[in-house]
């Protein structure tokens, strides 16, 4: 099972990044794909969690209305669309897949990707 993120990079507040997940080894209908942040000096934070297997997808409140995680089965690939970025959206993002339904503990994750970096500049 492999996940490798891509797609961070810097950008200007108010500004719009894409993030891409390229995943393989394991079916994404039968697993729960989220998007995790970390700051230097704190835990993951859980961004998005979208899961094939109920049509679910959550967002922690702070990224509501702003980002939108999608997934493209036929293509193995997540996607976590961000717009309108703040600098308090600066952070190292991670692509993790866990068996089933969406969650928001990073234990629940065994499998992640290696993380991008997106720098939100004011």
């Known amino acids: 099972v492999q996940l490798q993120a891509s797609g961070g990079g810097l950008v200007q507040s108010g500004g719009s990044l894409r993030l891409s997940c390229a995943t393989s080894?394991?079916?994404?209908?039968?697993?729960?794909i989220a998007w995790f942040r970390q700051v230097p000096g704190k835990g993951r934070e859980g961004v998005s969690c979208r899961s094939r297997r109920d049509g679910s997808t959550f967002y922690t409140d702070s990224v509501k209305g702003r980002f939108t995680a999608s997934t493209e089965n036929n293509e193995n690939m997540a996607y976590l669309q961000m717009n309108s970025l703040k600098p308090e959206d600066t952070a190292v993002y991670f692509c993790a897949a866990a068996r089933g339904l969406c969650t928001w503990n990073p234990e629940d994750f065994r499998y992640w990707g290696q993380g991008t970096l997106v720098t939100v500049s004011s």
């Open positions: 080894g394991f079916e994404m209908d039968r697993y729960a």
